[in-house]
């Protein structure tokens, strides 16, 4: 198994490190939201169908209350569709992707929080970096770490392809906002 090489060079000095972390928290929040419209369109997926097909089992037994003449293949059909529901109610309530989404849109705000006050100390880097701040920040990163859900790699990876780094200044890839700002 080939292994790639890792451009990983850690931090030099203070202000290095307080800006791989306010990259972190950036990209952490980003994956956050990702993964949060990720299951929230997952939810619909699963529930648009769910709400679709209770619908038309119960007009459906409405109609066999008010019509005594059903035709045995509409009974089954009614029954495979009454069966379908019902496995796919489940599968929601099993999957929980409106409360896993909406955990993640909290992460995702707390990291950003974070990112916030990391920027602020940035800023002020000329000054001299408030190492009891960076302290209680990195702190609160490694708390949100422990309580977040997971992201998958592959939602993380995406996340820093699309934030673009240059040089010293901490840049976004514009496409990649306005193509989630559009997307909200």
């Excluded at 950036?26 to 529930?47: I, N, T, W």
């Excluded at 992460?107 to 990112?115: D, I, L, N, T």
């Excluded at 190492?131 to 977040?148: F, N, R």
Aim: proline residues 3%.
């Amino acid at each position: 198994m080939a292994t790639k090489t890792s451009r990983y060079i850690p931090p030099q000095c203070e202000d290095q490190l307080v800006l791989a972390w306010l990259r972190r928290a950036r990209e952490s929040q980003m994956a956050h939201y990702e993964m949060a419209d990720l299951l929230s369109k997952k939810g619909r997926v699963l529930g648009v169908p769910v709400i679709l097909l209770t619908s038309l089992i119960g007009a459906s037994a409405f109609t066999s209350v008010a019509s005594q003449i059903i035709p045995s293949w509409a009974k089954i059909l009614i029954g495979l569709l009454s069966i379908a529901a019902a496995i796919l109610s489940s599968l929601q309530t099993f999957f929980g992707y409106a409360d896993r989404a909406e955990k993640h849109r909290t992460s995702a705000a707390r990291f950003g929080a974070v990112r916030r006050q990391f920027e602020k100390v940035y800023a002020k880097r000329d000054k001299g970096i408030d190492s009891k701040a960076v302290e209680t920040l990195c702190q609160e990163l490694d708390k949100l770490a422990k309580e977040s859900l997971h992201v998958p790699a592959s939602i993380f990876l995406r996340v820093q392809r699309d934030v673009l780094y240059v040089g010293d200044e901490d840049t976004v890839n514009t496409n990649a906002v306005q193509s989630e700002m559009s997307e909200r």
